[in-house]
C-alpha cells in the first residue's frame, strides 16, 4: 500500500509545474532550464556591462559586440551589419522550422546617466543612460535565444533567430529591418519590454511619424537693414501657427508634439536657418501617413509666405502594433507558469530607500513585480506609445509581454529606472524573461497546429493583398541622429 502511494507520488511530482500551473516536466527541466539555473552570473554581468557603456542609438558598438560575440560563443551563426546598419545583426541557431525570432534592443539614453544606489546621482553629468533598460532587454532576450539553443541541441528540430535590434529610441532601426526583409521567413516573433510588472501586451499603441523641417532665410542685422533679412525663425513659427490651428481638424486620438531645435543665436540677427522636429501619432498608420502629407504643405505654405526655403528629413516611421490574440495567450500561460520577480532581503531594503527617495510613502507598489497580470487587463501607458516593434508585427506574426525589471517608483524614463534595472533586480526580471521565452518555444516548436493558426490569425488580420509600405519611405538610417 505505501509502496504504491509513494510511486503515485513520485509521478505526480514529475508533473508538477516550476511555479503554479500543471505542465510536462520536459519543459520545466530540460537543457534549457538546466542552462538558465546556472547562468545568473553570466547575464548578470553582462547586464551589467551595457548598463555602464551606455550606447546611444547606431553607436551600440561595444553593446551588440558584447552580445553578438556571446551567442557566436554558443553556437549561433551570426551576420553582422545587416540592413545597412553596423550595430544590427541576425543570429541564427538551428535547423528547419518553425523559425522562431527573438528581438533585442540594446541603446541607451541621452541625459539618463544614472548610478545604481538609491537616490539620484549621475555617473557623468548629462551622460547617457539605461533609463528605458535596453541594458536588459538585449541580454534578456539573448539568455533566452541560448537557453532554447541549449533545448534544440537535445535533438530538436526548429530553428531560432535573435535579432540585434540598434536605435529603438528614435531612431527606428527596425523600421528599416523590416523594409530590408530581415524577417522574411520567420514564422512568429517574440518580442518583451523592460517594465515594473509583468504582462502581456494586447494594446496596438500609436503609429508615428518623426519629421524634422529646416527653414533656410536670409541673414541680416535685426535693426539697421531687416529689410533685407527674410527670417527662418518666422517660418518656423508660421508653420507652427498653422499646425496648431490644425489640431482642430484632424481624427480623435491623434498627438501632435514638436521641439523648436534651431531658432536662431541672437535676436539681433535675423535667422537665416531655423529648425523644428515633430511627432504625428495616431492608431492608425494611414491617418499618420495622411498627417506626413498635411504638415509638408502647410511646411511649403510657411515657406513661402515668408520667403524662405524649406527641406524636410523623415526621421523614424513606425506602425501601430498588429495584435495576434492566438500567441498571445501561449505568451500569457507561461507567463504564468514562470511567474513574477520576488525580491530577497537586500533587494527589498534597496527598493524601500528608492521609494523613500521618490517620495512614495504606499510600500504595497512593491507588490507588483511579483504579480502577473490576467490577459487584456487595462494598462494605458502602454495606449500611447508608439514603436519600432510595430513595424515588425505587420511582417511576421508577433507578441509582446513586459518583464518586471525595474523597483515601481517612476513613469519610465527615470532615474529609479536606470538604478535598479543595473542591479540584480534587473538580472533577475531578465531570468524569468528568459524561461517565458524558453518555454514558449517549447510550445511553439512542439505544436505545429498552434503555430500554423497563428499564421492564420495574422494572415486574416492583415488583410489580403497587405503590403508593407514603410512610413520610413526610401531613406536611409539616420545612422548620425544622435550626434
Ligand atoms: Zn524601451
Partial sequence: ???????????????????????????????????????????????????????LGYMEYESSALLASHLEENGFKVERGVAGIPTAFIATFGSGSPVIGILAEYDALPGMSQDTVAFKKAVVEGGNGHGCGHNLLGTGSVAGAVAISKWLSEGHAGTVKL????AEEGGGGKAYMSREGCFDGVDVVLDWHPDICN??????????VQMRFTFHGTSSHASSAPEKGRSALDAVEAFNFMMNM?????????????????????????????????????????VVADLKE?????AEGAAMGTGTEMEYEVVSGNFERLYIESLASVLQTNLEAVGGVVYDEREMQFAKEILAASGITDLSVLEKPAMVLPLGSDYPTLRGVSSDVGNVTWVAPTASFRGAVFVPAGLGHCWQFTSSGGTTIGTKGIMNVAKVLLYTAYDLYGSPETVAEIKKEFNDRRGDGFEFVPLIGDRNPPLDYRK
Avoid at 163 to 166: D, E, I, L, T, V
Avoid at 199 to 208: H, K, Q
Avoid at 294 to 298: D, F, G, M, P, V
Fill in 199 to 208: 504582462l502581456v501586451n494586447t494594446e496596438s499603441g500609436l503609429a508615428n
Fill in 1 to 55: 500500500m505505501r509502496k504504491s502511494f509513494m510511486i503515485i507520488a513520485t509521478l505526480l511530482l514529475c508533473c508538477l509545474p516550476g511555479e503554479g500551473r500543471k505542465m510536462p516536466k520536459a519543459k520545466t527541466s530540460n537543457a534549457g532550464t538546466e542552462y538558465l539555473d546556472a547562468s545568473f552570473s553570466v547575464y548578470d554581468s553582462m547586464q551589467k556591462k551595457i548598463h555602464s557603456l551606455a550606447e
Fill in 163 to 166: 535579432f540585434g535590434c540598434p
Fill in 294 to 298: 498635411r504638415a509638408l504643405k502647410a
Fill in 246 to 286: 490644425m489640431r482642430e481638424h484632424v481624427p480623435d486620438g491623434t498627438r501632435i508634439h514638436y521641439a523648436i531645435t534651431d531658432g536662431g543665436k541672437a535676436p539681433n540677427v535675423v535667422p537665416d536657418r531655423a529648425q523644428v522636429l515633430y511627432y504625428f501619432r495616431n492608431g492608425s498608420r494611414e
